[in-house]
């Protein structure tokens, strides 16, 4: 399953967390659980 780091949206910040739509989430994070329902794939 794709994460948050790998969604076009993600800007990471620090230890591993980053702004998604000015939402701090994990890159950890699994896509489906993205808060803002926008991931799209890097590329």
């Known amino acids: ?5 790998d ?3 993600f800007k990471p910040t ?5 702004d ?3 939402v701090e989430v994990s890159g950890d994070m699994d ?5 803002a329902k926008a ?3 890097i590329g």
């Open 39 to 41: 991931f799209e794939p």
């Open 7 to 9: 969604c076009k949206h």
């Open 14 to 18: 620090e230890n591993d967390m980053g």
């Open 1 to 5: 399953m794709p994460k948050c780091k």
């Open 31 to 35: 896509a489906a659980e993205c808060p």
């Open 20 to 22: 998604c739509f000015g």
